[in-house]
C-alpha cells in the first residue's frame, strides 16, 4: 500500500500523519484525532488463575479491514486487506495490546488465518489468543466435527496451544438439522453435553492445548446460571467468561429485549465468584458511538477533548473483575484512539456513572432496535442485507429524521431524509419489503430480534411514508428511568 493511500485510511489531519506513522515503524508517539494524549502504559489486568498481565484493551478480530479501505460491514465479500491487519496488529502490540480475539466464524471463515498470518510475525510471548468453538450449525455439533473445528483453529492461528478457548454463544437457541427450533438449554445441550466436546475440550486443557477454558454468553439466562451452578459445584471449572457489558445494557438490556439479561446481573454473578470477565460490545455494535447529537453536546461540555466512545471504553474498564474490553477496530484512527484511552486508564467517576446512567435512559427511550451489526443473521435467503436495513432505521432515530406528525413542519425534510437514505443504503431488491417471514434469522441472533416481525414493522412504516401517511413502527411505552 503507498504511504498517500495508508495516511488517507486513518483519516487524521496532515500536522499529525508523521508522529502516527512513526508509531508503526518503531517510535513511541501516538497522536489521533483527539487532542488527548496517552500519560502512560497500556493499563493491564491480571489474571487469577494464569498470571497472565493482559492489556485492558483487547482486539476484537470480528471486524478486520478489506480491500478498497471500507470495513466488512460495507462489502462483507471483500478480500481481508491483509497488509493493514499486520499493520494495525503491529501497531497494537508495540502500544501494549496483547489479547486478540478471533473465532471460525468471523469474517466468514477468514479471521482465524488472517489473525494467525498477523500474529505469527511476533514472540509467541507477545501475544495471547482467544478463540472459540463456534458450533452453531447442526452439521458441526458431532464430536468430531468439535474436534477438527478446534484442530483447524490451531493451524489457521499457527499456534500450538490457544490461551483462551471459548464455547461460543451459550445460550443462543438454534434450528436443529430437521428445523425444529430449539430453546437455549436444548440448543447447548446438543452443541456441547450430548456430543461430549466439553469433556473433550478439559482434556485438552490439561494436556495443555488451551490455558484457559471459558464461554460467551446470549440469551438464555438458565444457561448462564447452570454453568455458573457447574463450577460452583467443581464440575467444571471457568477461568474466564464474555458478557455484553455497556453503560445502556446495565439496566435495559431485558427491557430492550426480554430474552436478554441486564449486565448488572451477569458482571455481579462473576464477580462475587472471582471469576474475570471479558468485555464484548461496550459500544453495542456501535450505538453508543454514534448517540443523539444533544447527547453528544452534553459529553462535550463535560468532557471536550474525549470522544463519545471514549466515554463507552471508560465505562466498560472501570469494573475491577474485567480482565480485557474487546475492539473491534476495524480502522487505525480507532485503534490509535482506544490506546490513549487505556494508557492509562482514567476510571469512571460517581458523578460521571450517574450522568451516564441518564444517558441511558434517553437512549432507551429512543426505542431504537437493538441490532449490533455482528451479521450473525447473514446472508439472507432472500437477498435481504439485514444489518443495513436496521442500521439505516437507528440512524434516521438519532437524527431526528422519523416522521411522526404529517402537520408537523419538519415532516417533509424528515420524510425525504428517510426514504432517500434507505435507497441511498439499502438497494431497493434488498429492503425489508422484500421478507418473506421465513425466519431462518432470528435463531443466529445474539440480541434474540424478532427480525421477520421488525421487518414487517419497518415495511409498513416505509411503505406509509410512500403514499405520504406515516404509521410508526411499534415501539415500547416509556418507563420511569432506572436508578
Known amino acids: 500500500m503507498e504511504r498517500r493511500e495508508f495516511l488517507k485510511r486513518l483519516g487524521i489531519g496532515a500536522a499529525a500523519t508523521s508522529a502516527v506513522v512513526a508509531s508503526c515503524t518503531g517510535k513511541k508517539e501516538i497522536t489521533s484525532s483527539s487532542t488527548r494524549q496517552a500519560i502512560g502504559p497500556m493499563t493491564t489486568r491480571r489474571n487469577p488463575a494464569t498470571g497472565d498481565e493482559v492489556s485492558l484493551l483487547g482486539y476484537g478480530m470480528m471486524r478486520l479491514p478489506v480491500m478498497g479501505g471500507v470495513s466488512g460491514r460495507e462489502n462483507p ?31 466468514q471463515g477468514r479471521s482465524e488465518t488472517a489473525t494467525g498470518i498477523a500474529l505469527s510475525r511476533h514472540k509467541r510471548s507477545e501475544y495471547f489468543i482467544a478463540t472459540k468453538l463456534s458450533n452453531f450449525s447442526p452439521n458441526t455439533w458431532s464430536r468430531q466435527a468439535g474436534q477438527d473445528m478446534f484442530r483447524n483453529s490451531l493451524k489457521y492461528l499457527k499456534v500450538e496451544y490457544v490461551d483462551y478457548l471459548l464455547l461460543h454463544g451459550t445460550g443462543m437457541g438454534a434450528a436443529d438439522a430437521d428445523g425444529n427450533q430449539l430453546s437455549g438449554m436444548e440448543a447447548f445441550e446438543q452443541r456441547y453435553i450430548n456430543n461430549g466436546i466439553l469433556d473433550w475440550l478439559v ?13 460467551s454468553y446470549h440469551g438464555d439466562i438458565d444457561v448462564f446460571n447452570l454453568l ?19 453503560y ?18 451477569l458482571y455481579e454473578e462473576l464477580a462475587k465468584r472471582d471469576i474475570p470477565a471479558v468485555i464484548m460490545e461496550p459500544l453495542l455494535g456501535g450505538r453508543l458511538a454514534n448517540v443523539p447529537d444533544p447527547i453528544v453536546a452534553r459529553m462535550k461540555a463535560r468532557r471536550p477533548e474525549d470522544s463519545v466512545a471514549t466515554w ?12 480485557t474490553v474487546l475492539s473491534g477496530m476495524t480502522y487505525m484512527e480507532n485503534l490509535v484512539e482506544n490506546c490513549i484511552t487505556y494508557s492509562s486508564l482514567e476510571p469512571i467517576t460517581k458523578e460521571e456513572n450517574d450522568f451516564l446512567m441518564e444517558i441511558s435512559n434517553e437512549i432507551y427511550n429512543l426505542k431504537t432496535i437493538p441490532c449490533n451489526e455482528c451479521n450473525y443473521c447473514m446472508p439472507c435467503p432472500y437477498g435481504l442485507n439485514i444489518p443495513a436495513i436496521f442500521s439505516h432505521y437507528n440512524k434516521c432515530i438519532k437524527e431526528g429524521n422519523i416522521p411522526e406528525n404529517r402537520k408537523s413542519p419538519e415532516y417533509a425534510r424528515q420524510r425525504r431524509a428517510f426514504l432517500i437514505g434507505y435507497d441511498r443504503s439499502v438497494p431497493r431488491l434488498r429492503q425489508a419489503n422484500h421478507c418473506i417471514g421465513c425466519g431462518q434469522c432470528s435463531p443466529h441472533c445474539p440480541q434474540r430480534i424478532d427480525i421477520p416481525n421488525e421487518m414487517r ?9 410512500k403514499r405520504n401517511n406515516h404509521p410508526m413502527p411499534d415501539g415500547k411505552p416509556e418507563i420511569a428511568p432506572k436508578a
Not at 463507552?312 to 480482565?323: C, E, M, P, Q
Open 457 to 465: 414493522k419497518i415495511d409498513v412504516f416505509v411503505e406509509g411514508l
Open 248 to 265: 445502556l445494557d446495565w439496566w435495559w438490556a431485558d427491557e430492550i429485549n426480554p430474552r436478554n439479561t441486564d449486565a448488572k446481573y
Open 77 to 107: 465479500d471483500a478480500d481481508i486487506d491483509q497488509e493493514m491487519v499486520n499493520r494495525q496488529v503491529d501497531y497494537a502490540i508495540e502500544h501494549g495490546v496483547n489479547y486478540f480475539d478471533t473465532s471460525p466464524a468471523y469474517c
Open 312 to 323: 463507552a471504553f471508560r465505562y466498560a474498564g472501570s469494573f475491577d473483575k474485567v480482565l
Open 228 to 246: 455458573l451452578k457447574w463450577h460452583d459445584e467443581g464440575r467444571y471449572h471457568w477461568d474466564f467468561v464474555q458478557i455484553e457489558l455497556n
Open 203 to 215: 482434556e485438552q486443557k490439561r494436556a495443555g492445548k488451551i490455558r484457559n477454558l471459558g464461554f
